[in-house]
């Protein structure tokens, strides 16, 4: 079976439903994928324009875009490495209400064991278990 690529539109036209004949394609694609009738890679920038483009293009709430994607990512014929850092961040964003790419960034501390971050962005201090340091110029 060929392995294939999975680009963002897919994602948004089936989570939208604002063009039902793409939408329809989309859905028939990834129950095929689901049923491992066919695999599919998608990349990290795939995964962060669709967060991106529900949320700022669509105003899709938080949580909604953190559940679609959840299943979206839990689908067995899709590939993409480090799927549980996917949804630790999909959690930070829609819990704490920052940024997707700085929820990435922190699920992906968390999962590397690295604990303090050079910042200047206040976010991090709402995560538990994360030290913002902010970098001095020099005396």
Do not use: C
């Not at 999975?6 to 089936?14: G, K, M, V």
């Not at 293009?57 to 994607?69: N, Q």
């Not at 959840?70 to 014929?77: E, I, M, N």
């Not at 922190?106 to 340091?133: C, H, N, P, Q």
Request: no cysteine; proline share 3%; glycine share 6%.
């Amino acid at each position: 079976m060929a392995l294939r690529f999975l680009d963002t539109n897919i994602l948004i036209r089936l989570l939208t439903r604002d063009d039902e004949e793409k939408a329809a394609g989309a859905l028939a694609l990834l129950l095929r994928v689901e049923r491992g009738e066919e695999q599919v890679a998608v990349s990290p920038m795939v995964v962060f324009e669709a967060v991106f483009i529900l949320e700022k293009s669509y105003g899709v709430p938080r949580t909604k875009i953190r559940d679609d994607m959840a299943g979206l990512l839990s689908l067995r014929g899709l590939r993409l490495a480090g799927k549980q850092t996917y949804h630790r961040a999909l959690d930070l964003y829609a819990e704490k209400r920052i940024s997707f790419a700085d929820a990435f960034n922190a699920a992906l501390m968390r999962a590397s064991g690295i604990t303090e971050i050079y910042t200047w962005d206040t976010d991090f201090d709402r995560l538990e278990g994360i030290r913002r340091l902010e970098p001095e110029a020099p005396a």
